[in-house]
Structures are given as structure tokens and as C-alpha cells.
């Protein structure tokens, strides 16, 4: 057992991370009626959290929109272990109550590569709630694109659209525009042809159109190089603006392929650059000297 008591400490441990650490003033977010539950991933203790902008209940570990965090999860014996085999666990379940603190101070972990001094900034990482000192974390560079232009055709009318000549990725859920295209007409399904390439399309609503170009964006970043960092879940992304990496359809884990933004486009975007922010700034400071790895005092107070 890899958690079992091996050695004995002449000074206990300053405390747990997520742990008060004074009996100072605190704060909790104002929750509305029936108040916050950790969302489907759960959310981790010892970490600041998001309350969703959409539902303004759902807690989740990551960033729900481009801004700071909601608050801090405070350690509260909350969590379940429910890993197979596992001996400790940090993770409160999808639909449990959730507290987040505005305010207070706490015992935090250091991340990134900046050691912690008094005084010093503490970021919230979009995709993990994680701290790291003095910056951001730092987020990627990849080349990527929304959607697709191509050649299109359907007759008589048909929901039925052939799709030729594709720069891009076809998705299904994505709008299309285009001469002849009804606004607000979506792809349903792919019928037949390489995945996202030319081939035959089942569309939500029936059109005539002649070899026109058509182009097709929605929710789905195809991302074809990595330049530096790792595309993380949790994660702003440059464009469209104000949108979130939500999830990893296909590849690599933060590498080459395809993600789910919570935003979706409003035109094709073409192959180009798109970033993603690895932190941003909180209201909160470091109280105390830490190494990376090691625990933090953190604070909204200035003394």
C-alpha cells in the first residue's frame, strides 16, 4: 500500500491543503435557491472553481467563461474515494453541495515554476483550478480551424447535401451558410465519404443549391499542429472570443485533434492561429515562503 505510514515527522505538518488557515473573516459565494453541486467532472478541493455562467448552480473545476474564478473549495472531509484500490481522494461527486469561499485564507499547493514569497500574485489556472505564483500558467499555441468551406449541392429541394471540394472539417451540429442555404439550416449526420470530408450530408431542413460554395462552423476546433504547451480542457481559446475549451472529442490528449468549444463559432474560421490562456490573475496573494509542490498560505486579506 503505497499510502500506508512509513516514517515519523519531528514537526507535524503545517496542515492539509485546502485547510483554513486562520480563524480570520470569511465569505462564501451567493448562491441562488437550492445552491451550488459540483457539475458532471466534479470538482476538486483545494482548488478554486467556476460556477457556471449559463445555469449559475453548476460548480466545476475549470473555467466556465474568460474571468477569475468564483471562489475556493474549501477542505471539509466532502470528498469520496471512489477510484478502485484508491487510499485518498480530492474530488467532491457530480451533484454533491458545493461551498466556495470570496474570501478567507487557506492552505493552498504551489504549482507551475515559481516558488511562492509573501506577498507575491496568485493566478488561478483555467484548467485545473490550480495556483501557480507571480504568472499565468502558460497555455498553447496550436494551429487550427472551425468548420469548412466546400462545394455543395442539393436539388428538388433535399436535405440530402453533396459536398465536394473541402477545406476544412464538416461536423456534424454545424451551421451552414451559403447561397441557397436556408439560415439556420445544420448538418444532421454524414451519409457516406471520408469523416468530415467530401461526401454525402443528411441537413436539418430541405434546400436547392447548385455547385455553390458553402461553408459549415460550429463547436468543433480541428487542431492540427501544437506549436509550444498543451491544449488543456478548461481553456480559453482566441477564437471565437469568449469561448471554452469544454472537452477532447479525438487524438492526443493536449495534442493534435479535435476539441469541443462551449461557444460555437458564427463563421467558418479558416487554418490559423489559435491560443489558448493558461491562467488568470485572482484577488488573492501568498502569505507565506513555499517551494513548487509545497503548501502556501493563501489570502484576500492584506494583513
Do not use: C
Not at 36 to 42: I, N
Amino acid at each position: 500500500m503505497t499510502g500506508f505510514q512509513k516514517q515519523v515527522n519531528l514537526t507535524p505538518a503545517p496542515a492539509v491543503e485546502g485547510d483554513f488557515a486562520s480563524a480570520n473573516p470569511r465569505s462564501t459565494y451567493l448562491a441562488g435557491p437550492g445552491g451550488l453541486v459540483a457539475g458532471s467532472e466534479g470538482v476538486t478541493v483545494a482548488k478554486f472553481a467556476w460556477v457556471d455562467d449559463v445555469d449559475s448552480t453548476t460548480v466545476r473545476s475549470y473555467g466556465t467563461f474568460t474571468g477569475k474564478p468564483s471562489g475556493f473549495v474549501h477542505r471539509e472531509q466532502q470528498g469520496l474515494i471512489t477510484d478502485y484500490l484508491a487510499e485518498s481522494g480530492m474530488k467532491v461527486q457530480q451533484g454533491f453541495p458545493i461551498t466556495l469561499y470570496t474570501e478567507g485564507d487557506f492552505w493552498a499547493k504551489v504549482t507551475g515554476a515559481t516558488a511562492a514569497t509573501v506577498g507575491a500574485a496568485v493566478y488561478a489556472t483555467y484548467a485545473t483550478g490550480a495556483i501557480t505564483i507571480g504568472s499565468a500558467a502558460t497555455g498553447a499555441s496550436t494551429t487550427a480551424s472551425i468548420g469548412a468551406t466546400f462545394t455543395a449541392s442539393a436539388g428538388s429541394p433535399s436535405t440530402k447535401l453533396v459536398v465536394t471540394s473541402v477545406t476544412g472539417l464538416i461536423s456534424a451540429g454545424d451551421t451552414l451558410s451559403g447561397t441557397g442555404i436556408t439560415a439556420g439550416t445544420t448538418v444532421i449526420s454524414q451519409d457516406s465519404g471520408a469523416t468530415g470530408g467530401a461526401g454525402t450530408y443528411t441537413i436539418s431542413a430541405a434546400n436547392t443549391t447548385s455547385a455553390a460554395t458553402v461553408t459549415a462552423f460550429g463547436t468543433v476546433l480541428n487542431v492540427t499542429a501544437v506549436g509550444s504547451g498543451t491544449v488543456l480542457v478548461g481553456a480559453p481559446v482566441s477564437a471565437p472570443s469568449g469561448s471554452v475549451i469544454s472537452s477532447q472529442i479525438s487524438g492526443a490528449t493536449g495534442g493534435i485533434g479535435l476539441y469541443r468549444l462551449d461557444v460555437g463559432a458564427t463563421a467558418y474560421t479558416a487554418s490559423g492561429t489559435i491560443t489558448t490562456t493558461g491562467g488568470v490573475l485572482t484577488s488573492w496573494v501568498a502569505k507565506s515562503v513555499a517551494a513548487v509542490g509545497e503548501l502556501v498560505k493563501i489570502s484576500t486579506w492584506g494583513n
